[in-house]
Nanobody, 123 residues
Framework: QVQLVESGGGLVQSGGSLRLSCAAS????????IGWFRQAPGKEREGVSC????????RYADSVKGRFTISRDNAKNTVFLQMNSLKPEDTGVYYC????????????????WGQGTTVTVSS
């Protein structure tokens, strides 16, 4: 059974930092990319970052480049999203997902999703 469990969300002031974790189980870790997505209140879900399985290549949405860093710990089947210089517009529910790659234009190569963790950035 595929499971993805996010943690690390919370309330932080603008300019602060958080580190999200995504712990995965139930599938062959080395075969899949892991992506982070977010959904702000009243908005559609959007891709934030992704890390591939094959070469560790990464992808970031323009809105988070230079502020967020994605990494994976293959020994622990866990992906992290380090978020620095947070802004109020980063507020939302953050989800991790299992994917087949990181480079589809519409971020649509993902098939299993976690339940999400909430990030709130106050101004």
């Amino acid at each position: 059974q595929v499971q993805l469990v996010e943690s690390g969300g919370g309330l932080v002031q603008s300019g602060g930092s958080l580190r999200l974790s995504c712990a995965a189980s139930g599938f062959t870790w080395d075969y899949y990319a892991i992506g982070w997505f977010r959904q702000a209140p009243g908005k559609e879900r959007e891709g934030v970052s992704c890390i591939s399985s094959s070469d560790g290549g990464t992808r970031y949405a323009d809105s988070v480049k230079g502020r967020f860093t994605i990494s994976r710990d293959n020994a622990k089947n866990t992906v992290f999203l380090q978020m620095n210089s947070l802004k109020p517009e980063d507020t939302g529910v953050y989800y991790c997902a299992r994917g087949y790659g990181c480079y589809a234009q519409d971020w649509d190569e993902f098939d299993y999703w976690g339940q999400g963790t909430t990030v709130t950035v106050s101004s």
